[in-house]
């Protein structure tokens, strides 16, 4: 067991290093070279960023013993941002500012409607342990819907971008190699104050971390700068890695008698959002809270309608046939998650939008009041 959960963690910490360190400055450049506009290249980085989940629910969804795993990661990570990273963005904005800082009601609201709304229509769905194409079109058609009733939502320009870009925080490896010292020279995109200029030269100086060698190695002398080529072998890593790590859970599964979708909706979520409790602890630090919960929704809502859709209706389209499968516990564990997030969404608006310690320690205990309700349904 052991052997299986270090194997699976450490494949997930180089995945998310691969996704913050070289997808996300490879989809740049593709935005710079392709002149696109602030919010084309707002969609290309939601895209971009959501390759790792989008490549998981693909291959789950080729063995019909897989697809609760698919389902489980990504809905999971949603319920793991809902209560931790809030959780944790509450106490650190009071630990380092003494007092609570405060998020967006319009935003907010309108994130979590949607959300709501894709996590009902998500419960239907999976009522009847079958998945149709015109079930997955309309989940998938969702997302369209949701950026033109953002667009027309939207007072500025530039809030379009904070729904749906991740790479405005400090990437993992400078997480790896962080001290605490070193807090107050860092801004929130991570770069020294004063020394924006000097970026490429900080890069350059910087060690990589020994805990991630081999990934760093790997993929420094294989990943090109030419942003096309690079994005295709980035893209075929995702799908390597993606597949490690389902292989071990294939041998997790068997050898322990869990569901797929238990370790999807638990164990999957921990590792596959070490990069987002960075974001919620360096966002309370500089009080960029409403960025990171435009952020942390946003990219969840992508991952619900597109991940979700658009895999489902790709491998119906192949097979020719509706999406079967035999996991009882999914249906009960959407309910448990939409009272979670509704729960989550009250006690936010019990605390006047506040990020209290209070309400930080009430997140993270529902979570851990999840974590033992899926562990109890096994």
């Known amino acids: 067991m052991i052997i299986l959960s270090a194997l699976f963690f450490y494949v997930l910490s180089g995945q998310t290093y691969l996704s913050n360190d070289y997808l996300m400055p490879c989809l740049e450049s593709l935005s710079t070279k392709w002149h696109l506009s602030e919010t084309g290249t707002g969609i290309l980085m939601a895209l971009g960023m959501s390759i790792p989940e989008l490549t998981t629910n693909i291959l789950s969804c080729f063995k019909s013993s897989r697809i609760g795993y698919g389902f489980g990661a990504i809905v999971g990570s949603g319920v793991f941002d809902f209560t931790v990273c809030f959780g944790l963005m509450s106490l650190f904005s009071n630990y380092y500012h003494k007092r609570a800082l405060r998020m967006n009601l319009k935003a907010l609201m309108r994130d979590i409607y949607v959300y709501l709304l894709t996590l009902l229509f998500l419960t239907f769905v999976f009522w009847d342990y079958e998945i149709s194409l015109t079930e997955a079109l309309i989940l ?99 799908f390597l890695t993606v597949n490690v790590t389902m292989t071990v859970v294939d041998e997790f599964v068997e050898q322990f008698s869990v569901s797929p979708a238990f370790v999807g909706l638990t164990i999957a979520s921990w590792g596959g959002n070490i990069q ?75 605390q006047k939008l506040r990020l209290t310690y209070k309400l930080g320690v009430m997140l993270l205990s529902i979570y851990l009041l999840y974590f033992i309700y899926e562990l109890l349904q096994q």
């Not at 990219?299 to 009882?328: A, H, K």
């Open 276 to 350: 987002d409790i960075l974001n919620a602890s360096l966002a309370a630090k500089n009080k960029k809270t409403e960025l990171a919960t435009s952020s942390i929704i946003g990219s969840q809502i992508m991952n619900l309608q597109i991940c979700l859709g658009f895999p489902w209706v790709l491998t119906m389209l192949i097979w020719q046939r509706n999406i079967t499968f035999y996991d009882e516990t999914i249906s009960q564990s959407m309910l448990a998650i939409m009272t979670v997030v509704l729960t989550s969404f009250f006690l936010m608006l019990q």
């Open 140 to 238: 998938t058609l969702f997302y369209p819907s949701y950026l033109l009733y953002s667009l027309v939502q939207m007072e500025q320009k530039d809030d379009f971008q904070l729904s749906h870009q991740k790479h405005h925080f400090p990437t993992l490896l400078q997480f790896l190699d962080f001290h605490p010292e070193q807090a107050e020279d860092l801004d929130v995109d991570g770069k020294e104050i004063g020394q924006e200029n000097q970026q490429e030269q900080v890069q350059e100086e910087q060690q990589p971390s020994k805990i991630l060698l081999p990934f760093t190695l790997l993929f420094k002398f294989t990943i090109p700068k030419h942003p096309e080529l690079a994005f295709i072998i980035i893209s075929f890593y995702c």
